[in-house]
């Protein structure tokens, strides 16, 4: 309410003093659907995505705990899962056919709707606006048409899940010819279709984001702001919508010749292939073909996901440690040398297809280089820790968080990045176990870090801190009890993907662990929902933000009013004279940037 | 209180925002045409010559360039009649060129090489087909942008619409001479 009219005073104010100078500005009055559906404020736009990504969490998780009870209790039966799965699981045991089709959405879900959308689609759209001083993004029609392509996406994916032959469930790499043949299993049909609609469309909707973001940057930049003065969250949401932008369409050439492939007769991937005893007359197509455009996109996803979190992570760890980042110019170059390196590491995926051993020892070299801007950044976040005056609050313990997992998980990515040892571990739950170390964990910390720091910038509120001091320990934990005995599991050759271990007898000795990793996997989910229940309470009801600037941060985000308005600054956009991590110098706690330099002062 | 100032902006937005656009459509027919070459060095690839038609087509294709260029230029001048004519034009070209290719596939499956027939020719309909579709969204643009010019109500004198089209048409041109050098070498 009092947003509303503070916004009307200040229309009033702006229609008196001079209408030509803000004539592209909202100005009118906004009715409902134009203010909270088909809004045009970025602000907004990213409060969408993050509950939309929220939702697509929740229902992600809760499926990686069905497919955890069957992997933990094989012998038990649930019946309230026939209750909500109906013929998926008759007597309360989950089919195998079910069991696929769970572990394929779950990663579609992560991956996709929740790491990318739900991440890069948050934070890009609520801070490269706040953070470079611009009124809006380059295009706000754009950015409305960017999530509401990623809405439609989320409904044909929804829709995908109530279809009676059931979810796309090859896995959420969608390889052919388990997905190029509707004939290929029941999981091949109608589900696909949908899966390969709605993942169209979230490129759309990805591509339309990321022409506005990198515009955004480039552009429409504050006075003042040079590309080396803005805080490492807009690099990091700059490098990633290049990564998108570049790749997102060659996965989409993919899907097309797979779309051709499924209704066309076409033989793009399919080559002398035998279902129920008759041969099929496609021929000369090759499956190794979509791998290759597949990974194209898909290792670049890797770093969509992993970017934006490591720069909100970095400008955590300095505000919360007062102190100036580490590095600034390496964690640039890092991020930039990331950027370039996810292009031409795509066939360490492809290690064991057959693929050239000479041309693998490349992408071994190629891969194991990865290592050194991983490491420069680690170095630095360290470093800027080190000997600073932390607050422990909610953000800093998950960026904190977020280092201990990237490393953990980056370390293991040495060893598969070696094509001999990926012999041996490729397809095992070791390789499960390292990338959700480093991406899914490590991405989901950056997030959490991102929304317990900018909660009030969003909602003008602040979220609760012992449940947020509970969320985290129990993640922490309960993330390493999850997947650090899945490496062991892994070594000892356990592979991936299968429904039922009990009847194997070289992995019976793995039914304890298992039903150990189960059980903490319910317990981390259900402090998932209390994070939820947090997030959702403090909107209405969390402790009021009195101040603009909180946490003492020098970024002009916290130069706005603590009820966004539409343009984001009253006035003028402030000017900006120095660069975004002057904390703790010449004796002063922090200093904005928007003050200009002293005059015995020396800028960055 | 101060009034809200304009914000800064270097290049247009639009401009902007198109170039990084077709930087990713580029990509997209990379992802095609490496697909290609991937599949052409491996066995039972069928060689054959693109239709002749294509030729034709490509011409069409660089006369309308041509006439957007000219329209843009007519427009900074504000002859609007010469303009509408001239985008007019364009667009029908633009029909024209689609057609064109649309013959060269029928062409192509009355000689035996339909879209499901062998993956050299299939690779033809896929990446001339998207790229048809490319040049359509150019032909919906200049219908929009043909409208526009005719309407009474509100008058724009801001080039940056049709200079936003002119250098999408240009562009799509320029991606249909690389896709023909590319596919007549690359056989």
Known sequence: MSNEATLHSQQEVMHGAGAHDHHDHGHHHESFISKYVFSMDHKMIAKQFLITGIIWAIIGAFFSVLFRLQLGYPDATFPWLESILGHWAKGGRISPEAYYALVTMHGTILVFFVLTAGLSGTFSNLLIPLQVGARDMASPFMNCLSYWFFFLASLVMMASLFVQTGPASGGWTMYPPLSALGDASIGSKIGVDLWLTSMALFVVSQLLGGLNYISTILNMRAKGMSMTKMPLTIWSFFFTAVLGVLSFPVLLSGFILLLMDRHAGTSFYLSDIFIAGKALANEGGSAILYQHLFWFLGHPEVYIIILPAMGMVSEVLAVSSRKPIFGYLAMVGSLFAICILAFLVWAHHMFVTGLNPFLGAFFVLLTLLIAVPSAIKVFNWLTTIWKGNINFTPASLFSIGFVSTFISGGLTGIWLGNSSIDIHLHDTYFVIAHFHIVMGVSAFFGMFAGIYHWFPKMYGRFMNNTLGYIHFWVTLVGAYCIFWPMHYEGMAGMPRRYFDYSTWTSFNQFSGLNQFISFVVILVFAVQLLFVFNFFYSIFKGRKMTTQNPFKATTLEWTTPIHGIHGNWPGEIPEVHRWAYDYSKDGRDFIPQTEPLGPNESGH | ?187
């Open chain 2, 1 to 187: 209180m101060q009034t809200m100032s304009i914000q800064r902006k270097k290049i247009h937005p639009h401009k902007y925002s198109l170039w990084i656009a077709m930087g990713s459509i580029t990509m997209m027919f990379i992802g095609f045409t490496s697909a290609y070459v991937v599949k052409r060095s491996q066995a039972n690839w069928l060689a054959f010559e693109l239709p002749h038609i294509f030729w034709l087509s490509t011409a069409v294709i660089l006369l309308s360039s041509l006439t957007i260029h000219l329209a843009l230029k007519q427009f900074k001048e504000r002859n609007m009649q010469r303009y509408k004519q001239l985008i007019t034009l364009t667009a029908i070209l633009g029909v024209v060129f689609a057609a064109c290719q649309w013959i060269g596939f029928t062409q192509m499956k009355s000689e035996g090489l339909p879209l499901s027939g062998p993956v050299s020719a299939s690779f033809i309909y896929v990446i001339v087909g998207v790229h048809i579709l490319h040049v359509l969204g150019g032909v919906v643009a200049l219908l929009v942008m043909f409208f526009r010019a005719y309407r009474t109500r509100v008058r724009t004198y801001s080039a940056v619409p049709i200079e936003v089209a002119a250098t999408y048409w240009h562009f799509v041109d320029i991606l249909w001479i690389y896709l023909l050098v590319f596919l007549s070498i690359a056989r």
